[in-house]
């Protein structure tokens, strides 16, 4: 589905990625986590073809991904990021449909499309008329994945779709995210620095470490036997505040 | 009902902002050209129109109705191009043809004109115009030199009779006319001829220099000997004992094609030749800057005393007169505001796409923009003329700026993650520009149309200077003319235009800014807490 063969990526002299392979599997979630600046975003950015890479291959869909079928390559990808990144001069639906108007899609099955999809992210039907400006935080990320969902795409790429939340609504939104991947079975690629989070969504999780992939496994097994010693302090430091909790409180 | 009326209508706006724009240039460019209406062009069979241009002093100006009101009387419809800048403006247009005769001066036709070549003697001088297509005619009879004048109070004082006795007063202030100020007959040949130590000297218009006289700001200008202000403000003329200043007999230069095509025309203007003498000119000065008669009265006068003609006088009502400028006006405004929307946008956008060419883009709009205007207007008249072109031409590029700006800044400002969302949407290049960042800059680029906008009615009230007409003609007279109401008439005039203009285009931001921009925050974070933790699956 998504593959990345030794991926070399530079920005001006800094090495943000030195030398990546990585297999996503279809149907699965795949999550990228590790510590800030280590190139998880990157990575993202490479496969939605926003990026090149220096050296290395990106394949999507046995195809390398380059400039003549990156539009086509595109139309199978949803997209979405941290705040959502919705055009706030569109009203939702507009936001929802842009893509779709513009492959000719009738008006009646657009309509169609957003109804299913505002009934899957449970989003009331009386917010398409609006700007995003009039919607919460957890609304307009709600909105940002019916827009990723809209083309019925085979790769969802999200990177740390739930940070900006405050954690109540993203302990809901976190649920109701790993319900509807389970349903549609999508192939996912999601960016987390969030450790709890890795492991509630990830079939398997990549830990990256400035700008190389250090352990690539399911999540018991990155908490069980850890590739190195990063990995143990990376998820020790994790799960520090629990551990300050239970030592104070036993 | 009423939110699925809005639905429509915003699902409609998605191509809006530009459809809007599109209509707001045409409108731009429709008001311009309806106000603008060229000149009727001659019938075979008609007498050939006469084009008279003056400099924008008051004698000038007289002189050119003079010649106006002969040409009609011979029979020829005629025009005057009043109050055109100074000398290389009325020279220039002589020669491309946009007039066919204007007053000058034999001094400045040698010295500043023809500086360079050799006009030692009559036939020479005959020559050399007739090698540019132009004749000259004989003295009209007066002589307008310059003279170093002095407020009487501070010559007796002083003892200041000739210019020579400046030299023992360094501390003097001296204020010229800027041309006097520039010119190789002026300020800098003076100044060497008489080895003046002065070095307090300031350059302005000469129509001021009377008023700096007045406050006290100045001791020494230099005034025209016809000058009727000379008397009004007590001057004393200081003799010229070195015989600096030349002959400055007042003449008519026109081309020679007119007398073949208009020779009744030319013939007419040819009784003026001797026929005016220095006290008459001085009168009819007067008559105008210190009684407030118009010029065309005291040309009439004039004509009939002097020469016995009578000519009608048409009079314009000040409605009419006020209609008329705003046309002129606005049709400056109009068109080179649209076409600048049109040019500069596209600019814009080009910009922000390629950085390299983005500061190549800004850097030259930018440098046009630090010409100043009548330089600028002078610049263009070799190719294009006097009038209404050159004008045009000249506020498009001063208009270029503050849209070209705004728009690549509002290009620039748009957030990255929206500008990629939009990209792995899936959407074009084009797409992307028309359908996202367009309008998400529309406000900005609104923004800088208001003002170059604004910029441009107060740039086109200079373009009286040559001959575009519109709100800057009182104004000028009015300088000219020492006249403060006259200046009114040009200057609320095109102050409320510049409010109009804002208004009109503050009523086109609802319209081209999409809704959802204009929106308010609303409390988001309330929103939050309160919607979702209510959403059944909570
Ligand atoms: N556009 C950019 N220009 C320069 N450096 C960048 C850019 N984007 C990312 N980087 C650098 O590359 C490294 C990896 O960034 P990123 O992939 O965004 O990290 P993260 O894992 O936090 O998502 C960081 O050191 C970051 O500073
Ligand atoms: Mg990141």
Not at chain 1, 25 to 34: K, N, R, S
Not at chain 2, 7 to 22: E, F, M, N, V
Request: with cysteine; charged share 20%.
């Amino acid at each position: 589905m998504l593959r990345f063969e030794g991926v070399f990526k530079d920005y001006g002299g800094t090495p943000a990625l030195a030398g990546v392979d990585l297999d996503v599997a279809e149907a699965q979630t795949t999550v990228l986590i590790g510590p800030s600046g280590c190139g998880k975003s990157t990575l993202l950015r490479l496969a939605a073809g926003l990026i090149r890479p220096d050296r290395g291959q990106v394949w999507f869909e046995g195809a390398r991904l380059d400039a003549a079928n990156l539009r086509p390559a595109r139309l199978r990808m949803g997209y979405m990021i941290q705040d959502g990144g919705l055009f706030p001069h569109l009203t939702i639906r507009s936001n929802v449909s842009l893509m779709a108007r513009r492959l000719d899609w009738t008006r009646a099955r657009c309509e169609q499309r957003l109804a299913e999809l505002a009934d899957l992210v449970q989003l009331p039907a009386a917010m398409l008329g609006r700007y995003p400006i009039e919607l919460s935080g957890g609304q307009r990320q709600r909105v940002a994945l019916m827009r990723a969902l809209m083309l019925d795409p085979d790769l969802l790429l999200l990177d740390e779709p739930l940070g900006a939340l405050d954690p109540m609504i993203r302990f809901e939104l976190q649920r109701e995210l790993k319900a509807i991947f389970a349903r549609l079975g999508k192939t996912v690629l999601m960016v987390t620095h969030d450790l709890a989070e890795a492991v509630f969504f990830g079939h398997r999780i990549v830990l990256l470490r400035a700008g190389r992939s250090v352990q690539q496994a399911e999540p018991r097994v990155l908490l069980d036997s850890p590739a190195e010693p990063f990995v143990a302090q990376f998820v020790a430091a994790q799960r520090e505040p629990q551990r300050v909790l239970l030592g104070a409180g036993g | 009902m009423r939110r699925d009326r809005l639905r429509r209508a915003s699902s409609r706006r998605l191509p809006a902002t530009g459809l809007a724009l599109a209509t707001l240039v045409a409108s731009l460019l429709a008001i311009g050209l309806a106000a603008w209406s060229p000149e009727p062009s001659a019938e075979e069979s008609t007498p050939r129109p006469v084009t008279v241009g003056s400099k924008k002093f008051t004698e000038s100006v007289i002189l050119g109705e003079t010649l106006r009101l002969l040409a009609l009387d011979a029979g020829h419809p005629a025009r005057h191009r009043a109050e055109l800048g100074g000398t290389r403006i009325l020279w220039g247009a002589l020669l491309s043809g946009e007039i066919d005769i204007y007053p000058e001066y034999s001094g400045t036709l040698v010295r500043e004109i023809l500086a360079g070549e050799d006009v030692s003697s009559p036939e020479l001088l005959a020559a050399a115009l007739a090698a540019r297509g132009v004749r000259a005619s004989a003295s009209l009879g007066f002589e307008n030199t310059y003279a170093i004048a002095v407020p009487e109070p501070l010559a007796e004082q002083l003892g200041l009779q000739r210019i020579s006795d400046l030299r023992a007063h360094p501390d003097l202030r001296l204020g010229f006319s800027s041309e006097f100020l520039e010119r190789a007959d002026g300020w800098p040949g003076l100044r060497q001829r008489y080895r003046l130590p002065q070095t307090r000297v300031q350059g302005l218009d000469h129509d001021l220099v009377y008023r700096g006289i007045a406050a006290g700001h100045l001791d020494v200008t230099v005034v025209y000997t016809t000058d009727a202000e000379i008397a009004r403000y007590g001057l004393r003329m200081l003799e010229d004992d070195l015989g600096y200043f030349e002959d400055y007999q007042a003449i008519l230069l026109y081309r020679a094609e007119l007398a073949a095509a208009a020779p009744a025309a030319v013939a007419a203007f040819r009784r003026l030749e001797g026929a005016i003498d220095a006290p008459t000119m001085a009168g009819m000065n007067g008559a105008v800057k210190l009684e407030g008669d118009s010029e065309q009265a005291v040309a009439a006068r004039f004509l009939s005393e002097g020469l016995g003609l009578a000519v009608r006088v048409s009079g314009q009502g000040f409605w009419s007169q006020l209609g008329q400028r705003t046309l002129e006006h606005l049709g400056l405004v109009g068109v080179s505001l649209g076409a600048a929307i049109l040019f500069a946008v596209p600019l814009g956008v080009l910009a922000a796409q390629n950085a390299r060419l983005g500061q190549l883009i800004l850097g030259i709009t930018g440098m046009i923009q630090t010409i100043p205007s009548l330089a600028l207007f002078v610049f263009l008249i070799p190719w294009l003329g006097i009038g209404w072109l050159p004008t045009v031409v000249a506020l498009f590029l001063y208009s270029l700026l503050p849209i070209v700006r705004n728009t690549h800044a509002g290009l620039m400002d748009i957030p990255v993650p929206i500008r990629e969302s939009a990209d792995v949407l899936g959407l074009t290049r084009g797409a992307r520009l028309r359908l996202i960042e367009l309008p998400l800059a529309a406000n900005t680029i609104l923004a800088g149309i208001k003002t170059s906008a604004v910029l441009n009615v107060g740039t086109a009230t200079v373009a009286a200077l040559i001959g575009a007409g519109g709100y800057g003609q009182p104004i000028l007279t009015g300088i000219r003319l020492d006249d403060t109401a006259l200046i009114m008439q040009g200057a609320v005039p095109a102050a409320l235009l510049a409010l109009g203009l804002q208004g009109l285009f503050e009523f086109a931001e609802r319209w081209v800014v999409p809704r959802g921009l204009r929106l308010q925050p609303t409390g988001g974070a309330r929103a939050d807490a309160g919607h979702d933790l209510a959403s059944p699956r909570a």
